[in-house]
């Protein structure tokens, strides 16, 4: 499947660097979303937008910065960070309904994995 | 933030077995339901949509339980290739945002 694709898939960098993990949806998706998921740990929301705007912000540390300059992709920059940060990053796209419409199920990107030294 | 719960297991089942896994969630203003399937170190794929009529694919059936508000996913014949964590999903027509369950994980052996 390549609806969602995730870059880099894996990743590792030093506490003081700054990379950007890219999420792009070929699916014609409006909202687009990131979470993270730490070994044998659930899903963690993070960040979702919605035609672009960012709707959703789970008290996410400001170490992790999105940006979605247009609704087919989605960006996580990071810097900083800290190794409990080391984690599956995992991209999300679904098309939302209005009001009371049944919503559609979401579509993961592979995810990226990262480790922090 | 409302809540979706799972048992999260593992079950631990022979091959050729009926497995059940059930959900429970507390927004009762969820209208749309999913089972996602996640392998070990994967992202997490649809299995299923739950259907308030409840839903066959094959070996795998789908119920919803509004009164209860519970959903379930049964599993008959189980392969080993059904190994993996289960997660159940719940979203109401408010928000477009899902909640995920923690998972049940499933493990056939031979």
């Known amino acids: 499947e390549t609806g969602v694709t995730q870059t880099p898939r894996h990743l590792v960098m030093g506490m003081t660097n700054k990379k950007s993990l890219k999420c792009e949806q070929h699916?014609?998706?409006?909202?687009m979303y990131w979470y993270k998921q730490s070994a044998k740990k659930p899903l963690e929301l993070m960040f979702v937008?919605?035609?672009?705007?960012?709707?959703e912000n789970n008290s996410v540390p400001s170490r992790f910065s999105p940006e979605c300059p247009n609704s087919s992709h989605l960006f996580l920059h990071l810097h900083t960070l800290q190794p409990e940060d080391s984690a599956l990053y995992l991209c999300?796209?679904?098309?939302?309904?209005?009001?009371?419409?049944?919503?559609?199920?979401?579509?993961f990107g592979d995810g990226t994995r990262l480790s922090i030294l | 933030r409302k809540e979706v719960e799972q048992d999260p297991g593992p079950f631990n089942v022979p091959e050729g077995a009926t497995v059940a896994f059930n959900c429970t969630y507390s927004?009762?203003?969820?209208?749309?339901f999913f089972w996602y399937r996640q392998d070990c170190r994967k992202e997490p794929k649809l299995l299923m949509s739950?259907?308030?009529s409840g839903n066959e694919d094959g070996r795998f059936t789908a119920q919803l339980n509004r009164a209860s508000q519970y959903i379930s996913l049964l599993i008959r014949d189980s392969k080993l290739s059904d190994s993996a964590t289960y997660l159940c999903?719940?979203?109401?027509?408010?928000?477009?945002?899902?909640?995920f369950g923690r998972g049940t994980s499933l493990i056939v052996h031979p």
């Open positions: 999300a796209s679904s098309q939302e309904g209005t009001g009371t419409e049944h919503n559609q199920p979401q579509h």
């Open positions: 699916l014609g998706h409006n909202a």
């Open positions: 937008y919605n035609f672009k705007e960012q709707t």
């Open positions: 927004n009762s203003a969820s209208q749309s």
């Open positions: 739950v259907y308030s």
């Open positions: 999903v719940a979203s109401s027509g408010g928000s477009y945002i899902p909640t």
